[in-house]
């Protein structure tokens, strides 16, 4: 496991918790195991994602499609924040613009949350310091004329042969996600960070890392039709061992202010940062507000 966790987090594993586990990776059940290798039985049940819902159309985006309608009167989109001032309650935007709040509710990552309020706290910035550490990711997205060569969802690469540590055939979430015909797309993640350097020619690299793990061929090559990159600052929060102590002493100081920071960056807790986590969150940070009713996704024990 370790080449593995070495690859995805991009951190020093001596320096992580292992608190988040439970929720994200199904504890192994030895008995069961051991039963599946003896009666060499796929165990397609396993674990906490292995089934989930997808939409046939828009992606990814099309799930915040739906949200939308009941928001869009209020959204102001395409403006950068620039800070934060609690004594009088004001955000300011980078175009000069200043809005009053009543309460905050944010999803921006925390360590950056923290730099931009004034006053300045040196108690919470040592605290992010501190315990807010995170990794960063090149996503790169190839596509193939050719028919799907396989009905897996995702799979894990350990090995040092391949830049990313997980690749995903993106195209069997829905047939939408490709044009018709004979085509299917991967989604290939590479984590980096200051601990763990990738080089700047990813694609490449990437390509040939499908190569070498038996994805593709070289021939294959001459029916990739389109390829993508995104770099991703932001990608896992870092469940570290001062993670805990840091949360404890930002969290309570922004509450006393009247912001409530949740999300997979905002609230900076992995195990449940998922997109449906993050979502639940919302929902129970306006009951909280509204009715004093407890979270129970987001927490700190």
Known sequence: MLPQNKKTWAHPLDQMNKDWIAERVSIVDLKRIIKNIIFKQDDVSWGPNNQFKFPLYGGTGGLFNKFMPYVKDNLQLNRKLAGINLDNKTIKFTDGQKMDYDILINTSPLDILVNMLSPKNDKLLDAAGMGLEHNSGHIIGVGIQQACPSNKCWM????????????????????????????????????????????????????????????????DRNDI????????????????????????????????????????????????????HSVMQGVETVDYILSGKAETTWKID
């Open 156 to 219: 894990y690469f350990p090995q040092g042969d391949s830049p990313f540590y997980r690749t995903t055939y993106f195209s069997n979430y829905s047939p939408n996600n490709v044009p018709k015909g004979k085509y299917y797309s991967l989604m290939c993640e590479t984590s980096f960070s200051p601990y763990k350097q990738v080089d700047k020619n990813i694609t490449e690299l990437t390509l040939q890392g499908l190569e070498n793990s038996k994805l593709i061929s070289n021939t």
């Open 225 to 276: 039709v389109s390829t993508y990159q995104l770099d991703v600052e932001h990608l896992y929060p870092i469940p570290t061992l001062k993670r805990n102590d840091a949360l404890r002493i930002i969290q309570p100081y922004l509450k006393k202010h009247d912001i409530y920071s949740r999300g997979r960056f905002g609230g900076w807790l992995y195990e449940v940062g998922n997109m449906d």
